[in-house]
Structures are given as structure tokens and as C-alpha cells.
């Protein structure tokens, strides 16, 4: 694996989730195994090197520069993977002088605010030039504490919580809490190749924690740790190494976070497109066709089909999906219609009222008519009905219920019950069988908030907990199921223990009225749009695989092959 090669496939690669996050792992892997950069025959063996380590160390325990500690030699049982033969196994023990800090008394004022960095370990952040603190303590505090008093170039670890893992490197003096260990490397342990390989190791820091609500991983854990030390030209040779292919990863991030930016800034302005506007604008007809022209371009992420789907719904409702065309009857004739048919059904009913001007937060196309839903149908009322009324074995009528509505089978339609009633049994408890073509919605409880929609198939009774309407026959009863489905009826709920919906407050939801012809037009195109939709679903999922799989190829491909990336 090369840079080259790593741009060339990156377009695909990045499509992947978790793309970058993996390859900044996988670099240091590399890094720490020996597999980054080419071993050189005339560097010093890391076996005489640890000897030069280990001489050093007890020097500074015979001048009483650190406190002696015993470290156990790594068996071959615990090497946790191959390293070249001029490394060596050691421990993170035997490489470096390590101790944590303390918090001095919070009681005592003159403990804080002094000149001296006091670092908790959310600030460690995986610098490299880590400076300054959120608060100092004095030296008074130091002198009275059990800190370890870091310098310049110590490399700090994370032991707490969240936290666990995150390192820096010291650029100032600097003390610590009791959540952070510092370690001073002796000399021939590059501080910086100490840095990656901790890095690397993060999570095997975790996975070592214990504790409950705040986990945690001790020190003595971590001088114990296993830790592969090269020569130490070549440890600075993996540290400019890692230092290019990270700041690699730096620009293909921030490449690709431009990139999502702009597919976000496009995404978002489909917003633009949700919220009222004159139908005869020009600016937001065009607006709208561009973007229905586009939007394949437009959608790499699930989010934002899901986005796509609710504007395509949301223009057809308001008449900007379709034009219009001045051949259609108007729908003021089609309300005439619907409402002699009301009047010959139901001889008792209140007028239709206008709502032109009234439904601000509405505007349809003058060919429209701008009317209360109740205007474009009767309710389908539920009631309850007898466990020993109900049969399971199919009969001519459902008896449907919430749950009927999660059944297996098609989205749109109730094509199968868990209940059955008869004609008889109808009659005994005086249940209205409400015909094909009705639609029914839940009306109480949590159920509201699924903004489940379902088409009748045959013609049913349905319990308490539910409610629908039965639309006029002059109407497609397929726009007027796409026009509940834009209809978010959780806002209009009441009651808080068991929340339910209100017949009188439903009814009156201005709904825009569009000429017959044009209802079926709209439909097409929402079918037209949403099969749209699903294929570039099933493309983004179908993307994201290939990307992840490609993703695993190339870095098995530079790991089984035991891989240098070079110039």
C-alpha cells in the first residue's frame, strides 16, 4: 500500500463509515509491528540497545534519580504479534520512568492558581505540543502533594473513564492528577515512538480497565504492557513515517468533510422547498425542478433520502410536484360534486366551509380549493367489540385493531387480519363495516406518533383504538392516502397519560383539493419519484458495502504481504 495507491482508491474507500478512523488505526499497527518502514541492516539491534536501557535505569536508581521497580521479562506467550528480528520485546516498565499526580486539597486557597500546569486528563486530546492547563496550582501545592513533576517531552496517558488512552506530549513542565500517568522514556526510546505506539494500543488500554461507573486502568497495568522496541534509528524513521500518512489522512479528512459539506448545504436547501410559497414563483418552481432534477446527485447518505421522500410529499400536497393544466375541471366543480353526493347520503350535515384565506399556512394553485379534511369524507369511527363476537378464522369482514396495522405484508394496504367478524354478528353489536378504499389510522397511546397509514381491502370493522375515513368515490383514493401520510397527526393529540386524537380538531386540518385528473398525475409521479428513491436507498447500501469491502482489501493487502509504504 502506497499513498498513490491509497488516493487512487480512496473516492470508493471513503464511502465507508468508518474509512478514515481505520486507516489512521491500521497505520499505526503497521507502525508498531515493524511493517511501515523498510528494517536496516546497519542499525544497532534493539537487543543492544535494551542492554544500554537497562544500564541506564539502574544508574538512575543507584543515584536515587527514580525508585527501583522489578518488571518481568515478556514470554513468548505474551508477545501479542511478530516483530522483525533486530526488535526486541520489552516492557512500557523497563523503557521509561513512569508515576501519576495527585489534587491537592480544594479546602486550601493557596494551593491554586499558581504558575504550574495542572492537567486532568480530558486535556490530554492526543497532542504532541501540549501546553497550558484549565487549572494551575502553586508551588506550595507541589511541595505538600505526591505529584510526579513532569518535564518537557514526557509522555502522558489517560487512565480514567472515557478518557482511557488519550496521550500527549509535554512541551512545558507540567504536574497531573491522580487520572493521568506520565512517563519520562530513558535514553534510546524516542518519545515520539513511545507516543505512537500508545496511541496504537488504546484499545487494549480500554478492554485492560476495570470498574464500573468509572472504569479505569492503574499504573501497574501499564508498566506491564508489552511494548515491541526497534532500533532506534528506526524508530525515528516510523515516526516521520506516520507523521506523512497522517497528515495524509488530514487532507483526504478534510477533503471529505468539504465534500459532505457542500452535499449537506445542497441536502439542507431541500428545506427551502417544505415551507410555504407562492405556487406561481417562479424562483421556487425553479428551485423545486432543479433539485427533483438533481437530487440523485444530491443523496449519499439514508438521511438524506429520507429527506427526499418527505419534500416529494410534501410538493405534491401543495400542488408543485405536477404542473397544472387549464384543460382540468376545476376543483371547485369536484367539491360541487362531492357535496350533492354528501347531501343524498346524509340529509342532516352542516355546510362545507370556505377556507380560502384562512389557511395562511397553506397555499395551493388557483385551481385548487383550499378545504377542511372532513370536506373529503365521513369518519370511520371504531368501537369495541366482544372477545367472543371476534373469530379467527376468515370470515367476509376484518375486525382490525392497532396491531393489525404492524402485520406482515404490504405497506400501504391491510390485506390480512388477526380477527374476523360476520354479518351477523355485525348486526348483534350494531359495528359499521366501513368499505374498501377507507383508511384507518391509530388514535390513542403511542401508536400516533408511527403515522401509520392503511387502505382497506375488504370491508371491516375496527376497535376503539382506531380511527380512519371513508373518502368520496369522486376522489383517487390513492392521493388521499398520499395526502394523510403527509399529515403529522401526532401534533394534533390531547391528554398526556394516554394520548388520543380529536375528531373536532382533526377534521377541521386545512387540506388543498386538487382537480381529479391532476390527483392522478400527482400520484404517478410520487410512484415514479419513490421507486426513485428506494433504488438510490438500495444503491448508497449497495455502495457502502462495496466500499467497506474494498476498504478490507487493501489494508489485508498490505498486512498479509508484509507491505512498506514508500515514497
Not at 47 to 66: D, H, N, P
Not at 322 to 336: F, G, H, I
Not at 407 to 413: A, R, V
Request: glycine content about 8%.
Amino acid at each position: 500500500m502506497t499513498p498513490n495507491r491509497l488516493l487512487d482508491h480512496f473516492d470508493r474507500i471513503s464511502e465507508a463509515p468508518d474509512a478514515l478512523p481505520r486507516l489512521r488505526r491500521f497505520i499505526l499497527d503497521l507502525a508498531v509491528r515493524g511493517k511501515l518502514v523498510e528494517q536496516d541492516p546497519n542499525d544497532e539491534p534493539a537487543s543492544e540497545l535494551l542492554k544500554r536501557i537497562q544500564a541506564e535505569k539502574a544508574r538512575l536508581v543507584k543515584e536515587g534519580e527514580i525508585r527501583k521497580q522489578e518488571t518481568l521479562l515478556v514470554s513468548e506467550d505474551e508477545e501479542p504479534f511478530t516483530i522483525p528480528g533486530n526488535w526486541a520485546w520489552t516492557r512500557l516498565g523497563q523503557i521509561g520512568d513512569w508515576g501519576s499526580g495527585s489534587t491537592p486539597s480544594r479546602g486550601n486557597f493557596e494551593f491554586f492558581g499558581g504558575g504550574i500546569s495542572w492537567l486532568k486528563s480530558g486535556e490530554l486530546n492526543d497532542s504532541q505540543q501540549l501546553t497550558g492547563s484549565e487549572e494551575t496550582v502553586t508551588e506550595l501545592a507541589v511541595s505538600k502533594g505526591s505529584f510526579r513533576q513532569n518535564q518537557p517531552g514526557d509522555v502522558l496517558i489517560a487512565m480514567y473513564g472515557a478518557t482511557i488512552g488519550k496521550v500527549a506530549i509535554l512541551a512545558e513542565p507540567a504536574v497531573t492528577n491522580q487520572a493521568v500517568c506520565g512517563c519520562t522514556p530513558f535514553l534510546g526510546v524516542f518519545n515520539h515512538y513511545l507516543f505512537t505506539f500508545l496511541l496504537s494500543q488504546r484499545a487494549q488500554f480500554h478492554s485492560a480497565s476495570e470498574g464500573g461507573a468509572q472504569p479505569n486502568i492503574s499504573k501497574v497495568k501499564i508498566v506491564g504492557f508489552a511494548f515491541p522496541l526497534p532500533p532506534l534509528a528506526e524508530q525515528h524513521r516510523i515516526v516521520a513515517k506516520v507523521d506523512e500518512l497522517m497528515a495524509l489522512c488530514d487532507r483526504l479528512e478534510a477533503a471529505q468533510a468539504e465534500r459532505e459539506s457542500r452535499r449537506d448545504r445542497l441536502a439542507a436547501s431541500l428545506q427551502r422547498l417544505n415551507q410555504p410559497a407562492d405556487a406561481d414563483a417562479p424562483a421556487f418552481r425553479e428551485h423545486a425542478r432543479f433539485h427533483l432534477r438533481h437530487f440523485p446527485r444530491l443523496t449519499t447518505r439514508p438521511e438524506h433520502i429520507h429527506q427526499l421522500r418527505q419534500t416529494i410529499l410534501n410538493l405534491a400536497v401543495r400542488g408543485q410536484l405536477v404542473p397544472q393544466d387549464p384543460n382540468d375541471e376545476p376543483a371547485s366543480e369536484l367539491l360541487k360534486r362531492i357535496q350533492g353526493a354528501k347531501a343524498r347520503l346524509i340529509k342532516k350535515q352542516k355546510d362545507t366551509p370556505e377556507m380560502d384565506g384562512t389557511g395562511a399556512s397553506l397555499e395551493v394553485p388557483p385551481s385548487w380549493k383550499l378545504v377542511p379534511l372532513i370536506a373529503l369524507g365521513t369518519w370511520a369511527i371504531g368501537s369495541g367489540f366482544p372477545k367472543n363476537e371476534q373469530g379467527s378464522q376468515d370470515g367476509p369482514y376484518f375486525f382490525l385493531k392497532v396491531s393489525d396495522m404492524n402485520l406482515p405484508g404490504n405497506e400501504k394496504y391491510i390485506v390480512s387480519s388477526q380477527n374476523f367478524i360476520d354479518a351477523a354478528a355485525a348486526a348483534r353489536m350494531r359495528a359499521k363495516i366501513h368499505p374498501p378504499g377507507t383508511i384507518i389510522f391509530p388514535k390513542i397511546g403511542g401508536a400516533i406518533a408511527t403515522n401509520k397509514r392503511r387502505i382497506l381491502t375488504r370491508g371491516s370493522a375496527i376497535d376503539n383504538n382506531c380511527l380512519g375515513i371513508t373518502f368520496w368515490p369522486d376522489l383517487s383514493v390513492d392521493w388521499c392516502y398520499l395526502l394523510l401520510t403527509t399529515l403529522d397527526f401526532a401534533q394534533y393529540q390531547a391528554g398526556t397519560a394516554v394520548p388520543a386524537l380529536q375528531q373536532g380538531v382533526l377534521e377541521q386540518i386545512p387540506t388543498g383539493l386538487p382537480p381529479l385528473a391532476e390527483q392522478r398525475r400527482i400520484v404517478a409521479k410520487v410512484e415514479e419519484l419513490l421507486a426513485l428513491c428506494d433504488r438510490l436507498e438500495a444503491q448508497i447500501t449497495t455502495t457502502q458495502t462495496e466500499s467497506r469491502r474494498l476498504l478490507e482489501a487493501v489494508l489485508h493487502e498490505a498486512l498479509s504481504r508484509n507491505l512498506q509504504v514508500a515514497q
